[in-house]
């Protein structure tokens, strides 16, 4: 089975960016150089917001040619003797086999109606949640549960599609009639919807900030279920017939992996020394996110991870910052050595504390 990895979730300013670069381009030049017109107008487009739980991101794929099922993590396929907080024990349980079975039918059903050829694989992308996994949000108190946010299928040609979660949702619900089971959908919670006209979009900030920080006072997956305590932000989502699939995260004050002027930016933010680039790129919770990354993957962490810590927060902070690194008029090797002495000063603090 090969590894397809869920897609990184960008920052709204990257899907500004992007949205405008893209609306401005007029075409290629006699020399073949791109051609921009400012003045052209841009799009609204409405974004739908789910609830961002923290807990580990896994799937599930199926590969519907040989019949085989893997579990997987962002990084690697899934064992039972090589899992994630038992994610891939519960997949060959079964219980869980049962389950996902169905799941596999129902994603056929409704990719029917959206993909006009023979598909060979379907994947099944969601967060595994419980006390054992990441208890620091309300939701990871409560008791273990893989809520699905993305469903994607693949025909034999390559072609990727992303099916409606809230559809495949309501037939689950029809066929399992209430029987218990740890699969849940994150569409059956509060969903939030915001037009974004990016002819103006610093006027986005102000819903998309006071949403993220009512999710994050108070996390309505959680309170659904009965508990009241801290969420972590939103995740919204654009399906376009021009823009394609655009997705982009919210997080509250105390999720963000970078200190920035505001919660939610919609151009990257200028800093002024490589001192102020690490203050702002080099958060606690950049820094937990990937110690709790390796410990899902590895089991614990020690000293022996410190080359695997260090490449996941240089990554991070080049997939997230690069913007605000150019912006800063910085460059990449005046400040990654910098980036890696205090993650790993940060580290070795840390493991010291237990």
């Known amino acids: 089975m090969i590894l397809r990895k869920y897609s990184s979730i960008e920052q709204f300013r990257h899907i500004v960016a992007d949205v405008i670069h893209r609306a401005e381009y007029v075409g290629q030049d006699a020399n ?3 051609m921009y017109d400012p003045g ?3 799009p609204v487009l409405t974004f739908r917001g789910t609830v961002k739980l923290h807990g580990s991101n896994l799937g599930v ?9 893997a579990a997987q993590s962002k990084e690697r396929l899934l064992t039972v003797k090589d899992d994630n ?5 519960w997949v060959a349980s079964p219980e869980g086999a049962a389950d996902l079975e169905q799941l596999r039918r129902l994603m056929l059903v409704v990719a029917a109606d ?3 050829q023979p598909l060979i694989a379907c994947r099944a992308f969601g967060e595994w949640c419980g006390p054992k996994v990441n208890s620091k949000t309300a939701i990871g108190q409560l008791p273990l ?8 299928v693949t ?22 009639n209430e029987v218990p089971s740890l699969i849940h959908f994150i569409t059956d919670y509060p969903q939030y919807s915001l037009d974004i006209d990016f002819n103006d979009p610093a006027a986005s900030l102000e819903p998309l900030e006071r949403l993220t920080l009512e999710v994050e006072a108070e996390c309505p997956v959680a309170k659904a279920l009965g508990l009241s305590g801290i969420g972590e932000g939103i995740v919204w989502e654009c399906c376009d017939s021009k823009y394609g699939r ?4 919210t997080k509250g004050a105390k999720h963000k992996g970078t200190k920035n002027s505001g919660l939610v930016q919609i151009e990257p933010e200028v800093l002024a020394s490589i001192d102020a680039f690490m203050d702002a790129v080099l958060t606690d919770s950049r820094l937990e996110q990937a110690y709790d990354i390796i410990r899902a993957d590895h089991g614990e962490v020690n000293g022996e991870h410190l080359g695997l810590f260090l490449k996941w927060v240089g990554q991070d902070v080049m997939k997230e910052e690069a913007d605000t690194l150019e912006a800063s008029g910085l460059e990449r090797k005046q400040v990654m050595g910098r980036v890696n002495q205090q993650a790993k000063r940060w580290l070795q603090t840390r493991l010291a504390e237990g």
């Open 246 to 249: 655009l997705v982009f995260k």
């Open 61 to 69: 794929a199926f590969d519907l040619l040989s019949g085989a099922v």
């Open 114 to 116: 959206q993909v006009d």
């Open 32 to 34: 073949d150089e791109p």
């Open 40 to 42: 052209r107008p841009k």
């Open 145 to 152: 549960r893989w809520v699905l946010f993305g469903l994607l």
């Open 155 to 176: 025909t034999s040609e390559g072609k990727e599609t992303w099916l409606s979660v809230e559809r495949v949702a309501t037939e689950w619900a029809f066929q399992r």
């Open 85 to 89: 907080f038992g994610f891939a024990a």
